[in-house]
Structures are given as structure tokens and as C-alpha cells.
């Protein structure tokens, strides 16, 4: 079956320093969504991209989707510490496998 | 907030038990989706109900079965409970035919004793 792999699991930087989470497919995907999960919380929906090549922006978030619609990364300029929390990948149709996730820890 | 709430947040139980988590949908939304999250891993899907039926289900064993109402509220049974059992249960609601983007309540924290 389909299978979406992050990485890396956990990263830790300095406040003001950029993070990159990288996920990976063994099938091309229909789509691909971004969701953040603060510690103790649930997962929150943070973006959706569906073309080939396409590449989103929120804010200080630069979300990209490979032109082979298998690989996806999210980019995060100038870390803060509301930064901190669970990034999942999520690929698939109407039925989306998650990845593992990347823990960001961010240092003031 | 999503408008998406589930009930109860936290719940113990003892092997072999039964139980019952409750989901209500965001308002307008007519898909529910249960997943389960083990500690440190992703949510993984469990089965997505639309219109009252079973729209898909992920690889879990038949003691997970659920139940989607007319009001598109929802409820997820766990029998035989098993210590593996114990995790975040979180539904996620959506509106199929649009964006499709999922909104997740809260959670229901289970802990098999």
C-alpha cells in the first residue's frame, strides 16, 4: 500500500534560524496537505496542494509539491517560538495517509 | 476553533471492555473520518463514513466499527479492547465535492488498563 515517510522525525533550532521537513512517497499522490500538531493538541489543517510543481505561501510557510507528484517539502524562514509542534504530510485522495511527522523545537 | 467536537476527552478502560467515542461534525460538513494516534506516530486511518455508509477503511480489525446519523454526528465502538488500543482518537469532518480539507476535533485520549 501507499506509504509517506518524513524527515527528518525531530529537529531543533535557534529562534530566527529556518526549518525544512521533507516527505516522500512510494506512489505519486492526487494531492498533498500540510497539518500542524501543537504539543497536546490535534492536528490542524494548514494548506492543500494539488499541481504538479506548484509551490504555496503563507506568511513565513513556502510549501512545495514536486513535479513528479511524489515529494513535497515545508519551508519555514526565521523560525519563532509559536513555530513549535508536529508537522505531518498527509497524501491521497479522500482517504490521506499520514506520515510520521517532524517535531520542530525551537530555542529562544 | 473547527466547530468540530468530540466527547468524552479522556477515557480509561480495562481490557476486553467495550467503548463508544462520540464525534460531531462541523456544521455543513457530510463526510467523518476516525483516525487513531499512537504516541509519536501520525494519525492513522481507521474508516471514513458518508451518508450514513462506510465510504472506506483503513487496515483495523472488525471490533472497529462506526456509525455515521442524519445529523452526520458519529460514533466509533471499540470491542475486545486490546492495551495497543490505547491512544488519540480523533475525528476529522469534511465536505466531500469541495476542497475536501479535513477539520480534526480535539480527541478522546483512551487508555486500555
Known amino acids: 500500500g501507499q506509504q509517506v515517510m518524513q524527515i527528518p522525525q525531530y529537529q531543533h533550532v535557534q529562534e530566527g534560524e529556518d526549518f525544512t521537513t521533507y516527505c516522500n512517497s512510494s506512489?505519486?499522490?492526487?494531492?498533498i496537505q500540510w497539518y500542524k500538531q501543537r504539543p497536546g493538541g490535534h492536528p490542524v489543517f494548514l494548506i492543500q496542494?494539488?499541481?504538479?510543481?506548484e509551490v504555496k505561501k503563507q506568511k513565513r510557510l513556502t510549501f512545495q509539491f514536486g513535479e513528479a507528484k511524489k515529494n513535497s517539502s515545508l519551508h519555514i524562514t526565521a523560525t519563532q517560538t509559536t513555530d513549535v509542534g508536529t508537522y505531518f504530510c498527509?497524501?491521497?485522495?479522500?482517504?490521506?495517509?499520514f506520515g510520521r511527522g517532524t517535531s520542530l523545537i525551537v530555542h529562544p | 476553533e473547527t466547530g468540530v467536537t468530540q466527547s468524552p476527552t479522556h477515557l480509561i478502560k480495562t481490557r476486553g471492555q467495550q467503548v463508544t467515542l462520540r464525534c460531531s461534525s462541523q456544521?455543513?460538513?457530510?463526510?467523518v473520518s476516525w483516525y487513531q494516534q499512537a504516541l509519536g506516530q501520525g494519525p492513522q486511518f481507521i474508516f471514513q463514513?458518508?451518508?450514513?455508509?462506510?465510504?472506506g477503511r483503513g487496515n483495523f480489525p472488525p471490533r472497529f466499527s462506526g456509525l455515521q446519523f442524519p445529523n452526520y454526528s458519529s460514533e466509533l465502538n471499540v470491542n475486545a479492547l486490546e492495551l495497543d488500543d490505547s491512544a488519540l482518537y480523533l475525528c476529522?469532518?469534511?465536505?466531500?465535492?469541495?476542497?475536501?480539507?479535513?477539520?480534526f476535533g480535539p480527541g478522546t485520549r483512551l487508555l486500555v488498563l
Open positions: 506512489t505519486t499522490l492526487s494531492n
Open positions: 463514513y458518508y451518508r450514513e455508509e462506510e465510504n
Open positions: 456544521s455543513g460538513h457530510n463526510t
Open positions: 498527509a497524501g491521497g485522495s479522500y482517504i490521506p495517509t
Open positions: 496542494l494539488v499541481k504538479s510543481g
Open positions: 476529522a469532518s469534511s465536505l466531500i465535492g469541495e476542497e475536501e480539507t479535513q477539520y
